[in-house]
Nanobody, 119 residues
Framework: QVQIVESGGGLVQPGGSLRLSCVAS????????MNWHRQAPGMERELVAA???????KYLDSVKGRFTISRDNAKNTVYLQMNSLKPEDTAVYYC?????????????WGQGIQVTVAA
């Protein structure tokens, strides 16, 4: 059974930092792309950062230079380091494990974790 569990969210002041962690179990972690999405109230969910099985990264334009995604395959964990946080980064952040193999897509999600940026 696949389990995706996020941690590290909370309340932080503008300009501050947080590091989100996501532990995945029940999958062959090093074969999955790992993604962080977020959803603010009244907004659609958006992809914030992604890291491929091979380590290639990509970012939402608004977080480039501030957020860093990384993975530790030995710990089945992906991280999102968030620096210089802004109020508009406030959202529920979701971790996602995704793999496409032999035309079959496997897509698993965590329950989400709140990040609030406020003075």
């Amino acid at each position: 059974q696949v389990q995706i569990v996020e941690s590290g969210g909370g309340l932080v002041q503008p300009g501050g930092s947080l590091r989100l962690s996501c532990v995945a179990s029940g999958i062959t972690f090093n074969t999955y792309a790992m993604n962080w999405h977020r959803q603010a109230p009244g907004m659609e969910r958006e992809l914030v950062a992604a890291i491929s099985a091979g380590g290639t990264t990509k970012y939402l334009d608004s977080v480039k230079g501030r957020f860093t995604i990384s993975r530790d395959n030995a710990k089945n964990t992906v991280y999102l380091q968030m620096n210089s946080l802004k109020p508009e980064d406030t959202a529920v952040y979701y971790c996602n494990a995704k793999r496409i193999a032999a035309l079959i897509t496997t897509d698993s999600w965590g329950q989400g974790i709140q990040v609030t940026v406020a003075a």
